[in-house]
């Protein structure tokens, strides 16, 4: 008897991601001012940005979502991070120069940068918890 593996769905894309900060204010003002995200929504444990309006940012406090979040639809399991994580912003050719003198001029440094081998070309810098964060553009990777 043969057996059938039933075929997969297609994941369409990732649409949250998630960073836990020390100091949700801080990370608020970085985000918001700095970045030029656009606020979503927040409370004192979490708040969520717009990224292009196709992807969303939240950021949680650390340790206030160790335990389930009740919601008039349902539960939202517990989940937390710790350490330095990475995220990638994709932005448009020939603007990194721009991004570099905008975040120098808020004291943000950059810590490293790289011409990719498609032609794309990434800087690096950190928030102020740590996450270190990179500004990409196309050519860095092959759907990229």
């Known amino acids: 008897m043969a057996w059938r593996i039933p075929k997969m769905k297609t994941i369409t894309g990732i649409t ?18 700095i970045l030029g995200l656009k606020s979503l929504t927040g409370d004192a444990r979490f708040h969520a940005f717009s990224v292009a309006d196709r ?3 939240l950021l949680f406090l650390k340790g206030t979502s160790l ?7 349902g ?22 120069e721009e991004w570099e ?5 808020h004291a943000v440094g950059i810590e490293g940068r790289v011409t990719w081998e498609r032609g794309g070309e990434s800087i690096y810098f950190r928030d102020p918890d740590g996450h270190l964060l990179e500004m990409l553009t196309p050519g860095v990777w092959a759907i990229f």
Do not use: K
């Open 16 to 33: 949250e991601t998630a960073l836990y900060t020390g100091d949700l204010p801080r990370a608020v003002h970085f985000y918001g001012t």
């Open 55 to 57: 992807h969303v940012l």
């Open 75 to 96: 539960v939202v399991p517990p989940h937390d991070g710790t350490g330095p994580v990475h995220i990638g912003f994709s932005v448009a050719p020939g603007t990194l």
């Open 67 to 73: 335990t389930p979040t009740r919601l008039p639809g």
């Open 101 to 105: 003198a905008h975040l120098q001029m």
